[in-house]
């Protein structure tokens, strides 16, 4: 009520001043306490002149504000002006809360795009909060800056783990003057699974390797490499293949290594102790033409000494 206030700081002087300064503060108390914020609250106006007072809306809560300013003249009437503003908070959302990539796989990154929308018709500044882990690494773009009014932003998460198993992180947006959004990320994370089989070399899959973009689950009894089977009747010196097929199941790309260590021989059964006779050997093809080839050299050498030898006894 500013008709019940003193006109004393009207009329000049120190005391004038003192009052004034009282005054004041009493207003500024009083438009603070419903919310508002006046650049003044007393001055005089010299004959024909104007003078710009600026309100503004400061409101602690979310309200429909209804305001009435009471403006009083000295040795005049009171003026009233209705202050009216619906006070609304900060929101914001996001198109999921629960974001799930499914199953990954050990340093292979996953990514995923969700939007942020600005709920409010006022700008809102927004950031993101990631949990620190040493298991997998989190990117967000952007992690923060300011929505528009009623805009929406993409926001791209990537999320690349270094450890197998699953994983839920919880991931924090904190909105100016508003709620905090909550975002879950799901994740089943595989390591490397590889299968080994062996094949005949005729085999079609030795030759046409499925498509990479095939999936193919591992078999159950995918280990360790299987020790490749020879046979028990494998001819000297004739070449036998057998073909390893090694499968990678997962998304990780790796290298391999294949060589011998070791060219050691297997203990003979008490059976085969024994030198099969002659009545029992036989020969294959290939051994029997190396054993002609050999026995055509050996023939080819001693004419060779002979003629060399007849050359000696001539001379």
Partial sequence: DTASLPWSWADGGEAADASRRAVEAILHAAAGAAGLRLSEVTGIL????????????????VQSMRRTLACSVRHGSTAHLG????????????????????????????????????????PTAFEFEAPETGDAELLIVPSGGVLAPDAFVDVTFQLTPFAAGKRSLLIGCSVEGGRSIGLRILVEVRGLTLSWEEIMPEDPRAFALPPLDEPHAPPAEAGEPPPLNFGAAVPIFEATTRVLL??????VPTTYHAAAAAYPAPDLAPDDVALPSAASFSLSASMAAAIAARERERLRIERRRARAMAGLDDG
Avoid: M
Avoid at 46 to 61: L, Y
Avoid at 96 to 109: M, N, T
């Fill in 246 to 251: 090694v499968t990678n199941h997962s998304a």
């Fill in 83 to 122: 202050a009216v503003a619906e006070v609304v908070q900060r929101a914001a959302c996001l198109s999921k809360s629960e974001l799930d990539f499914g199953i990954g796989y050990v340093k292979a990154p996953l990514k995923g795009l969700l939007q942020l929308r600005n709920l409010t018709r006022v």
């Fill in 46 to 61: 010299p004959p024909q002149s104007e003078a710009q007072v600026t309100v503004v809306v400061d409101p602690a809560a």
